[in-house]
């Protein structure tokens, strides 16, 4: 079955710098990968997605970008600021089943 | 509904004991989908529905676990003899649809039932 991995699992960034989280899946027939936001106490959100026939990408100060071939899948927050602070989730889908990354925990520092 | 409704919110029990969580999916989603979220931790895969079908099991950790969807809505997910290393949030979530292109895939969850086995 489909096991998504997910680097690192904490980050720290300075408050205007740029985060990046990593994400590499095991199933080629994987065709759409999200990413969700979960703010503490709170529910996932939906924040990007990324289906397999495209490359990259934007969304204001969010990208994400996909390498088929190796199965890496990235997401880019430039321009941090205090409410990017959260937990972020990568997923990859294949069908209708949707496997989650283990999560990055996100801290900006002031 | 205007959202994914789940309830309990909390439910604490003794080991030993059944449980029933229950999810209410968004009014016209084919999809619902089980996860599990530990202290700290990622989203497990329990379980998906396609209407009232189960086409993967898999992600359930063993036949203590069960879970049903009937009328292609509410669904059940039931936890028989309950361990301790049940405790966790269960989270459920619908989408539009399961499959396919154009869209309808965004997961919509519910804020969780947060279970505890004493």
């Known amino acids: 079955g489909e096991n998504v991995e997910q680097h690192p699992s904490t980050l720290s960034v300075q408050e205007g710098d740029s985060a990046v989280i990593k994400c590499t899946y095991s199933?080629?027939?994987?065709?759409?990968f999200p990413w969700y936001k979960q703010e503490l106490g709170k529910r996932p959100q939906l924040i990007i997605d990324?289906?397999?026939?495209?490359g990259e990408k934007k969304d204001q100060r969010i990208a994400v970008t996909l390498n088929k071939t190796a199965k890496h899948f990235s997401l880019h927050i430039t321009e941090t600021q205090p409410e990017d602070s959260a937990v972020y989730f990568c997923?990859?889908?294949?069908?209708?089943?949707?496997?989650f990354g283990s999560g990055t925990r996100l801290s900006i520092r002031p | 509904g205007a959202g994914v409704s789940q309830s309990p919110s909390n439910k604490v029990t003794e080991k030993g004991k059944d449980v029933e969580l229950r999810c209410d999916p968004i009014?016209?989603?084919?999809?619902l989908y089980w996860y599990r979220q530990s202290l700290g931790q990622g989203l497990e895969f329990l379980i998906y529905?396609?209407?009232?079908?189960?086409?993967?099991k898999s992600g359930l950790p063993s036949d203590r676990f069960s879970a049903e969807r009937t009328g292609g809505s509410v669904s059940t997910l039931t936890i028989q003899r309950t361990q301790q290393e049940d405790s966790a949030v269960y989270l459920c979530?619908?989408?539009?649809?399961?499959?396919?292109?154009?869209?309808?895939?965004?997961?919509?969850f519910g804020s969780g039932t947060q279970l505890s086995v004493l």
């Open positions: 979530a619908s989408s539009l649809q399961g499959s396919g292109v154009g869209g309808g895939e965004k997961l919509f």
């Open positions: 199933d080629s027939a994987s065709n759409y």
């Open positions: 990324i289906r397999s026939n495209v």
């Open positions: 997923a990859a889908k294949k069908a209708s089943k949707i496997i």
């Open positions: 009014s016209g989603h084919t999809a």
């Open positions: 529905f396609q209407g009232n079908s189960a086409p993967d």
